[in-house]
């Protein structure tokens, strides 16, 4: 998927790939089976830190920032 909060959600991990060649750079656990409802997992402190996190990832292409 190309929408981060989706990913985080829906997945039990979630892969950052490098631009080309496409490599696994990083990886970052999803919530997936943590319970709750939606709008209280997505407004949470550790969502909102793995949002943060993977975007951080994504615009740095895997360069330290």
Known sequence: THDVEEAIYLADRVAVLS???????ST????????????E???????????EELLRLLRSGGDSP
């Open 41 to 51: 997992v997505v407004s949470s402190p550790g969502f909102n830190q793995r949002r």
């Open 19 to 25: 631009p080309r060649p496409g490599r696994i750079i």
């Open 28 to 39: 970052v656990d999803g919530v997936r089976g943590t319970g709750g409802a939606r709008d």
